[in-house]
């Protein structure tokens, strides 16, 4: 079992529609979860950024962590054809050694 | 401010050649990470350097090397290449070692290995 998993899709959604995107993970030493964005032939770049469970919010986009369950989400509101991307979820653990990303998700958003 | 630079962009090689990609980090960041990317496998990390020093390193076989100059640019290098290299390279920089996560990728160098 990957420490990190993520459904790798396609997720296709009509625009304007509200997307999830999940990761689950195994390793409870993770404490610092992260959600980048990539655009096909660009590396990926940091979306969002969160510690703690709860929700954080950042414009139209989401993320939600819940540690008891191992669960993180990215929520996307009002979602738009230049959200079409591959979305990946990142962790490490306190301490710091290395990101441990999933394979990612790949979203659709058709106008 | 420029961002993360990595040359070249893409390059095709064959089974038992070397090749060396270079990366040049964001202005100021002395951390460079180097990661691989496939679509069976996702983004692996292959190794950091900070201070000219690798800090850390992954899973892959001692034909992935790498190294870090004083400017903070970086080369890693892949001898005797195997279909199975074939991927995105992908480098990262960040202001120091053990940041907030928060790491600035370069676009990669996809190489294909016939």
């Known amino acids: 079992q990957k420490e990190v998993e993520q459904d790798p899709g396609p997720l296709s959604v009509p625009e304007g529609a509200i997307v999830s995107l999940n990761c689950t993970y195994s390793?409870?030493?993770?404490?610092?979860f992260m959600w980048y964005r990539q655009y096909s032939r660009k590396g990926p770049e940091l979306l969002m950024y969160?510690?703690?469970?709860g929700n954080k919010e950042d414009g139209r986009f989401t993320a939600q962590v819940d540690k008891s369950s191992k669960y993180i989400s990215l929520f996307i509101r009002d979602s738009q054809p230049s959200d079409s991307a591959t979305y990946l979820c990142?962790?490490?653990?306190?301490?710091?050694?290395?990101?441990?990303f999933g394979k990612g998700t790949m979203l659709l958003v058709s106008p | 401010k420029a961002g993360v630079t990595q040359t070249p962009r893409y390059l095709i090689k064959t089974r038992g050649q070397q090749v060396t990609l270079s990366c040049s980090p964001i202005?100021?960041?002395?951390?460079v990470s180097w990661y691989q990317q496939t679509p069976g496998q996702g983004l692996q990390f292959l190794f950091e350097?900070?201070?000219?020093?690798?800090?850390n390193k992954g899973n892959f076989p001692g034909r992935f090397s790498g190294r870090q100059f004083s400017n903070s640019r970086s080369e890693m290098n892949v001898s005797t290449l195997e279909l199975g290299d074939s991927a995105l390279y992908l480098c990262?920089?960040?202001?120091?070692?053990?940041?907030?996560?928060?790491?600035?990728f370069g676009e990669g160098s996809r190489l294909t290995v016939l």
């Open positions: 990142a962790t490490y653990p306190r301490g710091y050694s290395t990101l441990t």
């Open positions: 969160t510690y703690s469970s």
């Open positions: 202005s100021g960041h002395r951390s």
């Open positions: 390793n409870s030493a993770f404490q610092y």
């Open positions: 990262a920089s960040s202001l120091a070692q053990g940041g907030t996560g928060e790491l600035f």
């Open positions: 350097y900070f201070s000219e020093t690798q800090r």
